[in-house]
Nanobody
Framework: QVQLVESGGGLVAAGDSLRVSCTVS????????MAWFRQAPGKERAFLGA????????YYADSVKGRFTISRDYAKNTIYLQMNSLKPEDTAKYYC??????????????????WGQGTQVTVSS
C-alpha cells in the first residue's frame, strides 16, 4: 500500500507562480513513477507531467510544457509541481498519482494505481 498526500494549493492571481507538493509513504520501494493530473469541474482528469524513479525521466503534457516543472526530493519522498505564469484556465483540483504496477503508461489515468485526495488551485483573472 502507498499513501499520497498533496499540499500547497490555494488562490493566486493570473501570472503568479505556485508550487504544489505530494508526499508518498508506505511501500515506496514499489513506486515506479509518479505523476500530476488536474481536473476542472465538468472535465476529464488531464495529465500534466510525470517523473520516473529509476532512471529519472520527466514527461510533460504539451499544454503545460515550459510553464510547469516536476521535481523530486529523494530524501523526503516528495515530488513537486512548480507552476509558473498561471492562467485562469489552470484552475482545477490537482492530483498526484503513483504507479506500483509497472504499466509504463505514463500519460494516462490507467497508468497509475494510487491517487492522492487532491489540492485545489484557483487562479483569478
Amino acid at each position: 500500500q502507498v499513501q499520497l498526500v498533496e499540499s500547497g494549493g490555494g488562490l493566486v492571481a493570473a501570472g503568479d507562480s505556485l508550487r504544489v507538493s505530494c508526499t508518498v509513504s508506505g511501500r515506496t520501494i514499489n513506486v515506479n513513477a509518479m505523476a500530476w493530473f488536474r481536473q476542472a469541474p465538468g472535465k476529464e482528469r488531464a495529465f500534466l507531467g510525470a517523473i520516473t524513479w529509476s532512471p529519472s525521466f520527466e514527461y510533460y503534457a504539451d499544454s503545460v510544457k515550459g510553464r510547469f516543472t516536476i521535481s523530486r526530493d529523494y530524501a523526503k519522498n516528495t515530488i513537486y509541481l512548480q507552476m509558473n505564469s498561471l492562467k485562469p484556465e489552470d484552475t482545477a483540483k490537482y492530483y498526484c498519482a503513483a504507479d506500483t504496477r509497472g504499466y509504463n503508461s505514463r500519460t494516462t489515468v490507467v497508468g497509475y494505481d494510487y491517487w492522492g485526495q487532491g489540492t485545489q488551485v484557483t487562479v483569478s483573472s
